[in-house]
């Protein structure tokens, strides 16, 4: 079996990142790569064209960085996103404001349309008709054609050059295992990029250690691992914006389904 | 006058608002909650109506908000940051599985919050200025679900900040699908959208029909059912 690159740091994972590449971000809400998006702020590479959920907003954490820091801090050229704008007017952001005057690039996307063409990428679909959107103003000057007596607009696969993401589990054979919803975009990402690299919270198993009815997705579709070392991030507590740091023993362990019906 | 007139007036919370719109989801049905109002929804259902929750982010079967005792980070609804408990029979895809299962029609009815609704069933939920700007917006899921669900539940305030209704006969704002929405729960008013037409079905507390009417932007009629809201 082919085995992907297994390295010490971000840094070093994200070296060979170019000004002008196309990177796919995982995440949504959970399963967010922060330590390698950290990293990618730090590496200061520029025109970059993002592939992700949403713009969203700064880090509140200032060793942190999310994607709004990017695309603030000048970094990015174009944004392929199902959120460019805020849904309250109340809360414009800087990023948004930056496309509105031009400086950034946006092509906005209704959610399932962009995991679609997404995997679309990932699976060698060139293109494909979806009943999304049709008839609202992201038709406009769109191929339109009908099936089944409703119009459907052509969608255009998307792949990238580089694709950052987040997994729970990985083995040396790259074959990742994600964690109830963070598992996202996380695994069609990785399918549709050149180069895959994957944040792991667990110490990098030996090849064989996962079950292969239990992988998500195969290792041939990733390049790159990086354990997140111990003071790296694992996660951030949505309610209170705390980071969940690693520590010498992990503690993320699966929690049970709840077995008792709700009240 | 009739006896409800001699309540005093009450706009609904967006608990009622939510408890309203779990009364209206039928048993056995698949429904998918929005950012905002509707996620409170599947703190309302009754176990007997055997809800499966479902979220864009490929949650499916998942049940009540989770207390801060219960909470998992990684077990998130459509608003990303808000953390719910699973149910037995709980499963997780990935984002374009979630919204294959979205597309392929297996979702009975999504509950969206909106800041206007037409007659015809047209709702606008992406932009909140007509600035012909198709690159600048919030969509996330809202235009999959409400072109590919049977159904489509809004759940909004009556009206603006400045007193504007928000039932409109046409959406001035860029819609989100030009069809769907089946049903209304506002803060004075439960509205069924059919036939290109809004039927007045329940009233907040202390509020009557005309009152509500003076309050919306196109015709209102009043089913032969009308009652006050059962929150």
Known sequence: MPRPQILPTFEDALADLRDGMSVMIGGFGAGSPINLLTALWHRDVRDLTL??????FPSP???????????????VRKIVASFTAATRPSRPGAAEELIRTGQVEAELVPQGTLAERIRAGGAGIPAFYTPTGAGTLLAEGREVR???GRPHLLEHALTADV????????DEAGNLVFRRASRNYNPIMAMAADMTIVEVEQPILPAGALDPDHVHTPGLYVHRLVHIPVGGVLRIHRSTGTPLLQTETPEVTPQPVRPEPRP | MSAHTEEPKRPLDREQMAAILAQRLGTGWVVNLGVGMPTAVSNFVRPEQEI?????????GYGRLAGEDEEDPDVVNAAAVQAVTLEP???????????ALIRRGLVDVTCLG?????????FAN??????????????????DLAACCKQVYVVMEHTTRDGQPRLVERCTLPVTAPSGVTLVVTSLAVVAVRDDRFVLEEHAPGYTAEEIRALTGAPLEVSPDLRRVGV
């Open chain 2, 126 to 143: 992406w932009k909140t200025q007509d600035d012909g700007r198709a690159d600048l917006g919030g969509i996330g899921g809202a235009m």
């Open chain 2, 114 to 122: 909106a800041y206007q609704v037409a007659p015809d069933g047209s």
């Open chain 1, 51 to 56: 592939i992700t959920n949403g713009v969203g």
């Open chain 1, 163 to 170: 694709a950052i993401l987040h997994a729970w589990k990985a």
């Open chain 1, 61 to 75: 954490n200032p060793d942190l960085k999310a994607i709004a820091d990017l695309i603030q801090d000048g970094r």
């Open chain 1, 146 to 148: 009908e099936f089944n």
């Open chain 2, 89 to 99: 029979g709980a499963s997780i895809v990935h984002h374009a599985d979630s919204f």
């Open chain 2, 52 to 60: 499966v929750f479902t979220s864009e982010n490929g949650v499916i």
